[in-house]
């Protein structure tokens, strides 16, 4: 993927475009995202900061713990992004939130161990 992509939350009061491929797409399996989404595993797109622009509307943000910011539509309240400061210029946009998610298809795991023994992805693990 080479050219923007576009996504938003629920309602569509949050919108982004994102610009070029991603830098790595993978499913987080640890315990603070699931709380995040509610659901058993996330999948995210990670971009430089300066790759994702917001086109309408702006995320509201929550410092979920030190050093860990999490964003979310203030009025649906759809989860939005992860940025941290163990990857200082990234952003993480989760991947169901693009219009077009088939383009996002995670390509690694992090957090394997922190995966639910109920969850089965079938897809290989990473070398």
């Not at 086109?55 to 713990?65: D, F, K, M």
Request: some cysteine.
């Amino acid at each position: 993927m080479t050219q923007d992509a576009q996504g938003g939350c629920l309602c569509g009061a949050v919108r982004f475009v994102a610009s070029g491929p991603p830098k790595w797409t993978a499913y987080c399996h640890c315990q603070s995202c699931r709380k995040q989404t509610g659901a058993p595993v996330a999948a995210y797109a990670g971009f430089e900061r300066d790759k994702v622009r917001f086109t309408s509307g702006e995320p509201r943000t929550h410092a979920s713990s030190p050093g860990v910011e999490r964003s979310f539509c203030g009025r649906c309240g759809s989860p939005i992004a992860y940025r941290g400061d163990r990857w200082p210029t990234e952003i993480h946009l989760l991947a169901g939130l693009f219009d077009d998610p088939e383009a996002f298809a995670p390509k690694g795991h992090a957090f394997a161990n922190e995966r639910l023994g109920w969850l089965h992805i079938s897809d290989p693990p990473l070398p």
